[in-house]
C-alpha cells in the first residue's frame, strides 16, 4: 500500500532549512551619523576644480610629512544676474601631517592666511576626540569645532561644543544587522536657535538607502545600487 508519505506532497528542499535566527545582542557597530550618506556623497558630490592643481608630499619620518600645494584656476562669483561670473585666482597651500595609530595632527597654511587643523585623538579604545578649527585673519569668520565620539558594540553616540555657543549631540543605534537609526540635537545660543533631527540607514552586500529629516527644513534621500562586482553603482 501507499503509505502517508506517499500521499501528502513533497516540501521543497529548501523548507527543512531553519530560518537564520537575529542575534540582536550582537549587532554590528552602525556608521557614524554624519556619514550615512557617505556613499551618496563620494559619487554625486567629487571635488572638481577648473584650472590646474599641483601636489606634493615629502614624507620625513614614518610618521611625519610635509606636503606644498599649488591650485591656479577661476573661482565662481555670486551675481545677482543668471551670467556666471569667474575671477581668475591662485593659491599656494603648506600642509604638515603626523599620523599615529591613536594621534593624528594635520594643518594647513594658506596664502590669504587662512590656517586649517584637524586633530583626531583616541582617549581609549572606545572613546576619541576631534578638534576642527580655521582661523582667519577677518573679524568674526574663525571657527572652532570639539567633537567626543563614543563608539559601542552596536551604537555611536557624539557630543559637539562649537564657537558661537553652539552645542550638539547625536545618537545612532543599530535596530537589525541592515537597520540603524538616529537622532540629533543642536543649540545654536548666539542666534538663539534650536533644532532636532532623525535619520534611518538601510544596507546590504548591494545596496544603501538612506532618509534623513531635520526641523530645519531639510529632507534628504538617498540610494545607491550595486550594479556589478566591478564597483558600477547607480543612485
Not at 548666539?190 to 548591494?206: E, M, P
Amino acid at each position: 500500500g501507499v503509505g502517508l508519505a506517499g500521499i501528502l506532497p513533497q516540501k521543497p528542499d529548501g523548507d527543512d532549512k531553519k530560518e537564520e535566527k537575529v542575534d540582536y545582542l550582537n549587532l554590528p557597530c552602525p556608521v557614524p551619523y554624519e556619514e550615512i550618506q557617505r556613499e551618496a556623497l563620494m559619487s554625486l558630490k567629487p571635488e572638481l576644480f577648473e584650472g590646474l592643481r599641483f601636489d606634493f608630499t615629502k614624507m620625513l619620518t614614518q610618521k611625519f610629512a610635509l606636503s606644498h600645494s599649488v591650485l591656479m584656476g577661476s573661482l565662481e562669483v555670486p551675481s545677482q544676474s543668471a551670467d556666471v561670473i569667474k575671477v581668475p585666482t591662485s593659491q599656494y597651500e603648506f600642509g604638515a601631517n603626523f599620523l599615529d595609530p591613536k594621534l593624528m595632527l594635520i594643518g594647513r597654511l594658506m596664502t590669504d592666511g587662512r590656517l586649517n587643523a584637524r586633530v583626531k585623538c583616541d582617549l581609549t579604545e572606545n572613546l576619541a576626540l576631534k578638534i576642527n578649527a580655521q582661523l582667519t585673519s577677518e573679524p568674526h569668520y574663525s571657527q572652532g569645532m570639539f567633537n567626543f565620539d563614543y563608539k559601542g558594540t552596536d551604537y555611536r553616540a557624539q557630543f559637539q561644543i562649537g564657537n558661537n555657543a553652539f552645542y550638539g549631540a547625536n545618537y545612532i543605534q543599530s535596530v537589525t544587522p541592515n537597520l540603524s537609526m538616529g537622532t540629533e540635537i543642536f543649540w545654536l545660543g548666539q542666534q538663539r536657535k534650536s533644532g532636532i533631527g532623525f535619520n534611518s540607514r538601510y544596507n546590504t552586500d548591494k545596496m544603501v538607502g538612506t532618509l534623513q529629516v531635520a526641523s530645519t527644513g531639510i529632507v534628504a534621500l538617498s540610494y545607491v545600487q550595486k550594479v556589478s562586482e566591478k564597483g558600477i553603482s547607480c543612485y
